[in-house]
């Protein structure tokens, strides 16, 4: 049962365009929300991350916007650069404490052409 | 920012050999760490939570006297794969969060490979 999905496992968008990345969840439990960014053979790193309390969260060219209602999250680039060419994960927890295990979706490989 | 070390980055053994795997936090206090288990083309998957000084708690699904895991210190956690046979071979990442409201760091991983 996959409770974290992201739908598209590619998405390519041109250097400077907007990339929305998206993903769905079923279980309401899930109350926080990040978003990793994962090249090969390495471990994810965190880029942004959201609580359920808010519905959108700004740092610099990522925003991520939460809509608990229909248990959908999307993360946002502006402006797309090459260096954003990555795999994407979608996380989320069940707790509102941070030490708590995370469930991740399948990613989605994002490529940004020139 | 919060950094995890996890090491050796590759392991190349023969079947029946047992793994360990280390994971540290550099600069902050861990009471929990989480090892993930990721296949080709796969998402990571929780394989156990870590606790310092108690019992893993381990997924279902997934091998306790096979995977053995270890958190002797608040910035060591050791997950040691047992007769390590080709079907265990995988990339392993281990996650650790400072406390307080911050996110899960994670190393940069183990890929093992079981011949």
């Known amino acids: 049962d996959q409770q974290v999905k992201q739908n598209s496992p590619s998405l390519s968008v041109q250097e400077g365009r907007i990339s929305i990345l998206n993903c769905d969840y079923t279980?309401?439990?899930?109350?926080?929300f990040l978003w990793y960014k994962k090249y090969p053979a390495e471990g994810p790193t965190f880029l942004i991350s959201?609580?359920?309390?808010?519905d959108k969260n700004e740092d610099g060219r990522f925003t991520v916007f939460l809509n608990k209602s229909a248990k959908h999250l999307s993360l946002h680039i502006v402006p797309s650069q090459p260096g954003d060419s990555a795999v994407y994960f979608c996380?989320?927890?069940?707790?509102?404490?941070?030490?708590?295990?995370?469930?991740f979706g399948t990613g989605t490989r994002l490529q940004v052409t020139l | 920012g919060a950094v995890v070390s996890q090491h050796p980055s590759r392991v190349i053994c023969k079947s029946g050999t047992s793994v360990k795997i280390e994971c540290r936090s550099l600069?902050?206090?861990?009471?929990?760490m989480f090892w993930y288990r990721q296949f080709p083309k796969q998402s990571l998957m929780l394989m156990a939570t870590?606790?310092?000084?108690?019992?893993?708690?381990?997924e279902q699904g997934v091998e306790k006297d096979k995977f053995l895991i270890n958190h002797a210190s608040l910035t060591l956690s050791t997950l040691t794969v047992t007769s390590a046979h080709p079907e265990d071979s995988s990339f392993y990442i281990c996650?650790?969060?400072?406390?307080?409201?911050?996110?899960?760091?994670f190393g940069d991983g183990t890929r093992l490979s079981i011949l």
């Open positions: 996650s650790a969060s400072p406390r307080g409201p911050q996110p899960q760091h």
């Open positions: 279980n309401s439990m899930f109350d926080y």
């Open positions: 959201i609580s359920s309390i808010k």
């Open positions: 996380a989320a927890s069940a707790q509102a404490g941070t030490a708590s295990k995370l469930t």
């Open positions: 600069d902050f206090q861990a009471t929990t």
């Open positions: 870590s606790n310092e000084g108690s019992k893993a708690t381990y």
